[in-house]
């Protein structure tokens, strides 16, 4: 059993910043990919952010220089530190995590957080 809890959505003014964390936690072995995707009303899920276990990050041409991704692998987290907010940016953030599990070893398999709403409005 596999566990993603996000936190630090929430109301922001345009130009604000805020921090997304999500933690994983259950019966993990190793983790590879973690990464942050969001969906706006009427739009379909996009990836946002992704990072490698090695530390390799990619990010949408949208939010490039904007935000930042970062893990703690002794706290299995990634982290979504978003600056410059605009109100474009406004969607449900979703973290996505790549892992095997301690039952399932020799398998790779995607897992999502339950979602956090970001709103960028004045």
């Known amino acids: 059993q596999v566990q993603l809890v996000e936190s630090g959505g929430g109301l922001v003014q345009p130009g604000g910043s805020l921090r997304l964390s999500c933690a994983a936690s259950g019966s993990i072995f190793s983790i590879n990919a973690m990464g942050w995707y969001r969906q706006a009303p009427g739009k379909q899920r996009e990836r946002v952010a992704i990072i490698t276990s090695g530390g390799s990050t990619n990010y949408a041409d949208s939010v490039k220089g904007r935000f930042t991704i970062s893990r703690d692998n002794a706290k299995n987290t990634v982290y979504l530190q978003m600056n410059s907010l605009k109100p474009e940016d406004t969607a449900v953030y979703y973290c996505?995590?790549?892992?095997?599990?301690?039952?399932?070893?020799?398998?790779?398999?995607?897992?999502w957080g339950q979602g956090t709403q970001v709103t960028v409005s004045s």
């Open positions: 996505n995590v790549d892992l095997t599990t301690v039952q399932a070893m020799g398998r790779i398999t995607p897992y």
